[in-house]
């Protein structure tokens, strides 16, 4: 049954967005974004659930027009430590609400992606059915639809198996149009969602005069165990105070995995230390299961003399590279940076000129600058990137304000484009044909994969291979130089492949003549030698009809029909088939036999039925009684019914057919003697 809430819910929501009511998720945990990340110990109680949501949802299996979508919803995030099984457990304050839920595996993706990639769905379950919900070991192996309450149909889903190393997203969807909240639980499953690795400083770097101290972490840390006063740490310098801490990420998630501290004067140049502390707020930092940073956990971080930033060295570039990206060893000023790109220029083998310049910018800094060109550069050698003051009239700075210095110079190497296009030469022969491939090997290419119809390779410049079928052939050769790569493909075909093959008819009778249709086939010009029964010949591509003799009286002869065709390299292949020549083809009813084993007259048949078809032949003794009959003429009656002989003296046969040639119904009646 159509969960007719659904309905109710889409009627609803269409009244509060006419009343001007937004549906757009503002709190932190309603969007996949800022979902609350998970630790398999801890419970979550949510005591209110803000109105929001409707962002349409795909639900595998479920086609039956209900309106799917992430109604009020709060998101939970985690990561498989160990695979094995989920369990979870949602209890909603009021046994009455009907909440539903999905998991998505969102490994390499972005939290978006569960709006759109239909193939990262897990589980589910969207019952009608109010109360608890989630996985139990004998819940359903797939997403119960959308469904009327009375159905009674199971919020249970079997615990679905985790993936270790995947991330995963939970959509906890309420249904029901209140803001009374639930518990969320995860117990009872095999897998382990709990972080086993403590929490530590990572790494910290003091940029610029050391009034701000940028701070990495191993893992994830809760925003609400940050001191903002900085308290959670301390310098070992007489007199210098940590004074402010922030985490840009706490402004739209629960956790980060850096921050910003603010010191209260410059620290002289040198190695320092950073220190973890306890803080005001009565504690040292913690991660998502509440593990915490053990007091004086440390890392020593360098203050260096102010001096100009410079160009540190150039990634090497791709094949045919259109773009070349700086990298510096401090974060640059974006703003900069001329986005024309007039802040350089680039010499080299090949005339380039540099149309846009770009930062990867983050706060507004970046430790690249990537130089968009006018073209590929196709040419090899060694270029240089030449630092000049650009046409916004200044030259590109730090994050101290430094300027780097002007003028500077970064080389770069780039390698030949390549082409893989080869030769080929073939030595034909009749037994096999052997083929040389040749390829010029310029520049620089260092490695030839050939590949000879997906069943054998080669890493030589230059193979030779030998083919003993004429079929035609496909080769494939990738070549490359380290850097720059090619394929060329060909299908090789071979101009001294023939077959001998002809139809003819089967089976003449005298006078008769026999069609040959010539069925060879070759990739070049051929002579043709045809033999008529080793007495006459032709040497006609397509020989006219032909007449065979048969001077034995009632008997078949098989004269064999044999063509020899050649071509220009000397090549040779033969065809024959064989044709049956018939003495005889009026078909006649003996009027006597003498089944009697003397080898003369032993058995009674329609004699000569070459040409029939559709035969049917009977023979009936006195009485009437049907003794023998069959449709295949060469079956003949032995003078025995049911493996007795017969009677000497008279018998009546039948004979109907259909004449190959006439096309005419024949009946036919009469009598036999058996003698014996």
Known sequence: MIRAKHIFFLILSLFFSSLGFTQV???????????????????????????????????????????????NPFWYKFTCYQSGTLGFLITPNDPNDDYDWQLYDITGLPPEAVFSNHNIIVTGNWAGTYGTTGT??????????????????????????????????????????????????????????????????????????????????????????????????????????IIA????????????????????????????????????????????????????????????????????????????????????????????IAADGSDFTITGPSPILITGARGNCENGLSFTITLTLDKPIQKGGVYTVHLKNGSDGNPILDECAQATLVPSSLNFIVKDTVNADFSYHT????????????????????????????IQTSTLQNPVKDYYDFNPKNVKLIVTNGVCSDTAEINLVFNNYMKASFEITSLVCPGEKAIIKNQSVSNSPLSWNWNFNYSSSSTLQNP????????????????????????????????????????????????????????LNDYFYPLNAYKANNLQF????????????????TQK?????????????????????VHADTKKLVEQKGTVILIR
Not at 618 to 633: E, K, P
């Open 25 to 71: 998720c503002t709190t932190l945990g309603q969007t996949p974004a800022s979902a609350f990340p998970v630790c398999g110990t801890t419970n979550f109680h949510q005591q209110t659930v803000p109105i929001c949501g409707l962002t349409p949802l795909f639900v595998p299996g479920c086609t039956d027009g209900a309106n799917y979508m992430d109604t």
């Open 136 to 241: 139990a070991a004998g819940g359903l192996n797939y997403i119960h639809c959308a469904s009327d309450p009375a159905a009674g149909a199971s919020t249970f889903a079997a615990m679905p198996n985790l993936v270790q190393g995947h991330q995963y997203l939970l959509l906890v969807s309420h249904f029901t149009q209140t803001q009374s909240g639930y518990s969320l639980s995860f117990n009872g499953g095999s897998a382990i969602i709990t972080d086993p690795k403590l929490p530590l400083i990572k790494s910290a770097v003091a940029p610029c005069d050391g009034t701000k101290i940028l701070v990495t972490f191993n893992k994830d840390i809760k925003c609400n165990t940050l001191a903002a006063n900085g308290s959670d740490f301390r310098l070992n310098i007489p007199g210098a105070a």
């Open 245 to 336: 801490a922030n985490a840009a990420k706490c402004s739209s998630s629960f956790d980060f995995d850096s921050l910003e501290l603010t010191v209260n004067m410059p620290l002289p140049p040198g190695t320092h230390t950073l220190y973890a502390k306890i803080g005001t707020d009565n504690n040292t930092l913690k991660d998502n299961c509440d593990h915490e940073i053990n007091v004086d956990d440390s890392v020593q971080f360098t203050v260096y003399p102010l001096y100009p930033t410079p160009m540190d060295s150039i990634v090497p570039v791709s094949c045919a590279p259109q773009t070349v990206e700086l990298v510096f060893r401090k974060r640059m000023m974006c703003n900069s």
């Open 427 to 454: 030595n034909f022969g009749c037994a096999k044909n052997q083929v040389a491939f040749f390829h010029n090997g310029q520049n620089g290419i260092t490695q030839w994969l050939w590949n000879f119809d997906n």
């Open 544 to 599: 006219p009809p032909q007449i065979f003799t048969n001077n034995f009286p009632n008997t078949v002869i098989e004269v064999p029909v044999t063509l020899v065709i050649s071509n220009a390299y000397g090549c040779y292949d033969t065809a024959t088939q064989y044709i049956k020549v018939i003495n005889n083809c009026f078909i006649a009813v003996p009027a006597a036999f003498t089944p009697n084993g003397d080898g």
């Open 618 to 633: 009977a023979v009936y003794n006195r009485l009437g009684q049907q003794i023998f009959y069959t449709t295949d003429w």
């Open 637 to 657: 009656w032995d003078g025995r019914f049911k493996g007795n002989e017969q009677d000497p003296g008279t018998y009546v046969w039948t004979l109907r057919y």
